[in-house]
């Protein structure tokens, strides 16, 4: 992650511009304030946290923009006009860098675009890391369109650069969670999901992928007689996750042990040398989706704001299917600003609330169109207008 430290931050030249780069204004929350920055048609908050004897500049992880390099120079402004004393740089301000990434899009586009694939088949890789699994597939299926998911940036950039290379036009990138580009997708609209080597997280297994709710997401927008695909060097997950799918009405399921691939990963081929056992599990969806639409908007009433400062405060909410979580409050003359985690306990939302005299509003990105979200959204109007 692009950061810088300084021994101080002039906040006293805020607002200001410097080349194309806006720092519009800043809010502050204890130790630690966001500055609402503008760059190339994006928005996004930089974040700067006030240690003992520095301050530690990063971007904000909820509002970052996909194309890291934006960010990259956005911190590079930001350090040579309003940083004093740089202790520690960790930038890349090369303007060729701010070009979008091929093939790079973000959740708008993608389902604008796949609108438009309806006659298509239509694959999905989880995690794909280097990226040889998910090339290998675009190579193989000239017809389908392969969409890749990774949060994990320079293995983006890298599959990016490897695919124009080749001259892949088939694909898609995405840098998002996995869990919420399910929840965006509409019933029977994908072929294969691939979900190989994904993380055991055996001390954590809240933070696995596969979950009760996954395999749900993965049954409705599976077609029927599409394919899930997991393949792990880990027993335990495989057990875990056959165990989850078992659970799946009609549920249909492969087992298989070092089965013979006609690719494989870097970390692959080092486990087999190490004679490392290999598992894979398929399932194969049995059933058509019908799934009722989801009604309700993310909007709230006129505020009084001056009620609103006067009772808010960080807080916790947990319903039997969502939760809200009132983390930060940020202030500056005009605005509040709610740092919040909300929705569902197995892929909830980080957003931004802004708050002033005329309005309340989702700032930068708005929530999915979730169930969990809606009655999350939903709590906070009750939560900010005093209705509990």
Same mark, same amino acid.
């Given at each position: 992650?692009?950061?810088?430290?300084?021994?101080?931050?002039?906040?006293?030249?805020?607002?200001?511009?410097?080349?194309?780069?806006?720092?519009?204004?800043?809010?502050?929350?204890? +130790?630690?304030?966001?500055? *609402?920055?503008?760059?190339?048609?994006?928005?996004?908050?930089?974040?700067?946290?006030?240690?003992? +004897?520095?301050?530690?500049?990063?971007?904000?992880?909820?509002?970052?923009?996909?194309?890291?390099?934006?960010?990259?120079?956005?911190?590079?402004?930001?350090?040579?006009?309003?940083a004093w004393d740089l202790i520690f740089s960790a930038l890349n301000s090369h303007e060729k860098s701010l070009e979008k990434?091929?093939?790079?899009? =973000?959740?708008?586009?993608?389902?604008?675009?796949?609108?438009?694939?309806?006659?298509?088949?239509?694959?999905?890789?989880?995690?794909?890391?280097?990226?040889?699994?998910?090339?290998?597939?675009?190579?193989?299926? @000239?017809?389908?369109?392969?969409?890749?998911?990774?949060?994990?940036?320079?293995?983006?950039?890298?599959?990016?650069?490897?695919?124009?290379?080749?001259?892949?036009?088939?694909?898609?990138?995405?840098?998002? +969670?996995?869990?919420?580009?399910?929840?965006?997708?509409?019933?029977?609209?994908?072929?294969?999901?691939?979900?190989?080597?994904?993380?055991?997280?055996?001390?954590?297994?809240?933070?696995?992928?596969?979950?009760?709710?996954?395999?749900?997401?993965?049954?409705?927008?599976?077609?029927?007689?599409?394919?899930?695909?997991?393949? #792990?060097? =880990?027993?335990? *997950?495989?057990?875990? #996750?056959?165990?989850?799918?078992?659970?799946?009405?009609?549920?249909?399921?492969?087992?298989?042990?070092?089965?013979?691939?006609?690719? &494989? &990963?870097?970390?692959? +081929?080092?486990?087999?040398?190490?004679?490392?056992?290999?598992?894979?599990?398929?399932?194969?969806?049995?059933?058509?989706?019908? #799934?009722?639409?989801?009604?309700?908007?993310?909007?709230?009433?006129? @505020?009084?704001?001056?009620?609103?400062?006067?009772?808010?405060?960080?807080?916790?909410?947990?319903?039997? =299917?969502?939760?809200?979580?009132?983390?930060?409050?940020?202030?500056?003359?005009?605005?509040?600003?709610?740092?919040?985690?909300?929705?569902?306990?197995?892929? @909830?939302?980080?957003?931004?609330?802004?708050?002033?005299?005329?309005?309340?509003?989702?700032?930068?990105?708005?929530?999915?169109?979730?169930?969990?979200?809606?009655?999350?959204?939903?709590?906070?109007?009750?939560?900010?207008?005093?209705?509990?």
């Amino acid at each position: 992650m692009p950061n810088f430290i300084a021994k101080d931050i002039k906040f006293a030249n805020l607002p200001c511009k410097v080349g194309e780069c806006e720092f519009a204004w800043f809010a502050r929350s204890g +130790d630690e304030s966001l500055i *609402y920055t503008k760059l190339k048609d994006n928005e996004f908050f930089i974040q700067v946290k006030k240690r003992k +004897d520095d301050y530690l500049v990063k971007g904000d992880k909820t509002t970052r923009p996909a194309n890291i390099f934006v960010l990259q120079k956005a911190l590079c402004e930001f350090r040579d006009f309003l940083a004093w004393d740089l202790i520690f740089s960790a930038l890349n301000s090369h303007e060729k860098s701010l070009e979008k990434i091929d093939f790079l899009l =973000d959740e708008d586009e993608f389902i604008s675009n796949l609108a438009n694939l309806k006659n298509k088949e239509i694959f999905l890789e989880i995690g794909f890391g280097s990226g040889r699994h998910l090339l290998y597939q675009a190579k193989s299926n @000239p017809n389908a369109i392969v969409v890749g998911i990774e949060i994990y940036k320079p293995s983006i950039l890298q599959v990016s650069n490897l695919a124009k290379a080749s001259n892949l036009n088939n694909i898609i990138l995405l840098n998002l +969670d996995a869990r919420k580009i399910l929840s965006l997708l509409q019933d029977n609209c994908i072929d294969k999901i691939f979900l190989h080597f994904p993380i055991p997280w055996h001390k954590s297994k809240n933070r696995r992928v596969v979950s009760d709710e996954f395999a749900l997401e993965v049954q409705r927008v599976l077609k029927k007689g599409g394919l899930f695909e997991l393949r #792990s060097d =880990d027993k335990d *997950y495989t057990d875990f #996750s056959t165990s989850v799918f078992l659970n799946l009405d009609l549920a249909n399921l492969q087992i298989y042990k070092n089965r013979f691939l006609e690719v &494989s &990963s870097k970390y692959e +081929d080092r486990w087999v040398r190490q004679n490392k056992d290999i598992f894979d599990m398929i399932f194969t969806n049995s059933i058509h989706s019908n #799934s009722s639409k989801i009604s309700g908007e993310f909007v709230f009433d006129k @505020p009084n704001f001056d009620q609103i400062c006067s009772n808010l405060a960080p807080i916790t909410h947990k319903g039997d =299917d969502f939760f809200i979580h009132i983390q930060r409050i940020y202030k500056n003359e005009a605005n509040l600003i709610l740092k919040i985690a909300f929705g569902s306990f197995y892929k @909830p939302e980080h957003i931004f609330v802004l708050i002033n005299k005329n309005e309340i509003k989702y700032f930068i990105k708005t929530p999915l169109k979730t169930q969990p979200n809606l009655k999350a959204h939903q709590k906070l109007k009750e939560l900010l207008f005093c209705k509990i």
